[in-house]
C-alpha cells in the first residue's frame, strides 16, 4: 500500500494484494482529490487520491456507495484503500477508465441529436434507476460525473455515471439530513451537497426548508431522490443544448442566484426551450427541471415510455418538431 518512484520518475503503487500500477498523467482534479491514469499488464484504470490525509483503514464513501449498485452503466469503486506516501496516507480508489466526460464531449464533438442522444437518454436513465433502486441518492449529479466512451467515428458507445464521493444511503431517521437540519452525529449528511448549477431548488433554499415542521420526519427514499432527477434534466440540457440553462455567471454562489432559481414556476423560462416542448427530449428536461420536486417523473416511469413506443416510434417523438407520443 505505497507509492515509490523508479527509474525514469515513473511512480509505482502497489494495492493492499500486492498488484502494481504504473500511475500515469493527471486527468482530473476536484475539491477532495485529483485523478490519474494507471496501467498494469492486466489494462488500464483510472486512480482518484485525496489530497488529505487519512486513517490506515480507510475505505472512501465512493466504493461503500457504489458497492451494491448493479449496473454497467455505473463507474464504482473497483476497489479502495489508504497509500502510504511521502507526506502520510491518501486515500484511493481504483475506477474503471472512460475516454472522457460528457461536458468534455459536448463541448468537443457539439450537442447530441437524433439516435444518438436516444440511445444516451435511455443509457443515462438506466443508470440512475439502478442507483436510485439500491436506496442511494447521488447528490451530485452532473456533466463532469457522466463518463462516455466513443468509437472511431466520435458516436458515444458507453455512458456510466462517475463520483459517488457526496452520495448518501441515509436511513430514514437521517431523512433530513441533506437540508442541515438533522442532529444525528452519525449522519453522513453535508451542508450544501453538489454543484451550483445542477442543484435542486429545494436543496438551495435550506433555511425556509428547514423551518417546514414535516421535513425533520422521516421521508420516503422517493422523496430524497427527487433532487437527483433535477440535476439529470440539467445533465440532459447540457447534453442536447451545448450550454447552461441560466444565464452566464448565475453558477456563482450567491443569494440572488438561489432567488432566481427559485422564481422558475417551470423551466418554461429555460432559454433553450419554449412554452411548450416540442419533442420527447425537450419534455424529459421540462418535466425533470420542475421547481415541484413531486411533478419529476422517476427514471424508471420514463424507462416504461421507451418500452411502450418502442424502438421507431420513439425515435419519430424524440426528433419530431411536433411532440405526438399518445
Known amino acids: 500500500m505505497s507509492i515509490h518512484h523508479i527509474a525514469g520518475n515513473r511512480r509505482i503503487l ?17 475539491s477532495f482529490g485529483i485523478v490519474f491514469s494507471a496501467h498494469n499488464k492486466e489494462g488500464a484504470v483510472a486512480l482518484k487520491m485525496t489530497t488529505s490525509n487519512v486513517p490506515r483503514d480507510f475505505r472512501s464513501n465512493e466504493s461503500k456507495m457504489s458497492a451494491g449498485i448493479k449496473s454497467q452503466y455505473v463507474a464504482g469503486a473497483i476497489e479502495s484503500f489508504a497509500c502510504q506516501t511521502d ?43 439502478a442507483v436510485h433502486k439500491a436506496e442511494i441518492t447521488h447528490y451530485d449529479l452532473k ?27 441515509a436511513p430514514p431517521e437521517c431523512a433530513n439530513c441533506k437540508f442541515g437540519c438533522c442532529e444525528n452525529p452519525s449522519c453522513p449528511g453535508i451542508a450544501f451537497p453538489g454543484s451550483l448549477q445542477y442543484i435542486a431548488p429545494e436543496l438551495l433554499d435550506r ?48 443569494v440572488d442566484y438561489g432567488l432566481y432559481i427559485n422564481s422558475l414556476k417551470t423551466p418554461n423560462d429555460l432559454k433553450g426551450i419554449g412554452k411548450q416542448p416540442k419533442n420527447l427530449l425537450e419534455r424529459y428536461v421540462w418535466t425533470l427541471m420542475h421547481h415541484v420536486p413531486e411533478e419529476r417523473p422517476l427514471p424508471g416511469e420514463l424507462l416504461k415510455e421507451f418500452e411502450r413506443l418502442g424502438p421507431e416510434k420513439l425515435l419519430e417523438a424524440f426528433t419530431s418538431t411536433q411532440l405526438t407520443v399518445a
Not at 494495492?15 to 504504473?22: A, E, H, Q, S
Not at 472512460?98 to 457539439?110: C, E, N, R, S
Not at 433535477?230 to 454562489?253: D, I
Open 14 to 30: 502497489t494495492t493492499p494484494n500486492g498488484v502494481k500500477f504504473v500511475l500515469g498523467d493527471k486527468i482530473g482534479e476536484g
Open 87 to 129: 507526506g502520510g496516507y491518501k486515500g484511493v480508489d481504483l475506477l474503471p477508465l472512460y475516454q472522457m466526460d460528457l461536458f468534455d464531449y459536448v463541448m468537443a464533438h457539439g450537442r447530441l441529436e437524433g439516435e444518438q442522444a436516444l440511445a444516451f437518454v435511455k443509457m443515462l436513465l438506466e443508470a440512475l434507476d
Open 143 to 169: 456533466a463532469d460525473n457522466i463518463l462516455v466512451n466513443i468509437d472511431g467515428q466520435g458516436r458515444i458507445t458507453n455512458v456510466a455515471i462517475a463520483d459517488f464521493g457526496l452520495a448518501s444511503q
Open 207 to 254: 433555511d425556509v426548508s428547514c423551518m417546514q415542521d414535516d421535513l425533520c420526519n422521516p421521508h420516503p427514499i422517493e422523496k430524497l431522490q427527487k433532487p437527483d432527477l433535477y440535476s439529470m434534466g440539467v445533465v440532459l440540457y447540457v447534453a442536447l443544448c451545448r450550454e447552461f440553462p441560466f444565464p452566464e455567471g448565475a453558477s456563482k454562489f450567491s
